[in-house]
């Protein structure tokens, strides 16, 4: 019976509480462990109240030019619908500023690929790190996986993790653009990342 099961889970899952707190760092030995073990949050440092975020910066996506940030690694398949640019990835190592002119304040890079991921409509899976190096966040960095979709004025994806002072980071992003050159295709991206971390 299915409650029967929730009713032993409970008690499993009490007792597992139960040796955690009632033993102490000591007396687990470190090399008694074998796979995996429960530990306590505090060791890392968890136990400190989880903050919320808000980071505003520029994303400059430069594709013309010399000096390009973005490059096509796979151009489009001429075998579909071409409109959509559908299979292209572009990898890019894209400089992050305070304010909108590249020649403002650089407070990391953004780095990572976006791939045209439908056929219908302007929709790229992006896929970045951006790895700050502003004060204290420097060395730092945050993980974006998601669904970037061109028709959209301001879209949104998910933070899936990061590093440093954002372990177990979680949240979104919101790009607006602010500016597009059609005929090169360089973009400045206004990003708005909202995140929870400790
Ligand atoms: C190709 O994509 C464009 C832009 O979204 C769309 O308008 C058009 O109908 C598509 N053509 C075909 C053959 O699917
Ligand atoms: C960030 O850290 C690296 C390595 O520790 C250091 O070389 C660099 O100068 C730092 N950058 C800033 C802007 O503080």
Redo the contacts with the bound molecule.
């Keep these: 019976m299915p409650s029967q099961n929730f009713l032993t889970l409970f008690f499993f899952l009490l007792l597992s509480c139960n040796t955690i707190t009632t033993s102490s760092p000591s007396s687990q030995k470190e090399d008694t462990f074998d796979f995996v073990r429960p530990i306590n949050p505090k060791l890392l440092g968890l136990n400190k109240k989880e903050k919320l975020s808000h980071f505003r910066f520029y994303w400059h996506d430069i594709l013309s030019g010399k000096n390009p940030t973005s490059i096509i690694i796979i151009p489009p398949t001429l075998i579909l619908?071409t409109?959509?640019y559908f299979g292209s990835v572009n990898m890019f190592d894209d400089p992050l500023t305070l304010g909108p002119q590249l020649s403002s304040k650089l407070v990391g890079k953004a780095q990572g690929f976006y791939a045209s991921a439908s056929?219908?409509?302007?929709g790229f899976l992006m896929a970045m790190n951006l790895a700050f190096i502003e004060g204290k966040y420097n060395g730092s960095s945050v993980t974006i996986l998601g669904r970037n979709s061109g028709i959209n004025k301001v879209r949104e994806m998910p933070v899936v993790g990061g590093s440093g002072l954002f372990r177990f980071a979680r949240g979104y992003a919101q790009a607006n653009t602010y500016k597009y050159d059609v005929k090169s295709g360089d973009a400045i991206v206004e990003y708005n990342v909202y995140v929870f971390h400790y």
């Design positions: 619908n409109t959509t056929q219908d409509d302007f």
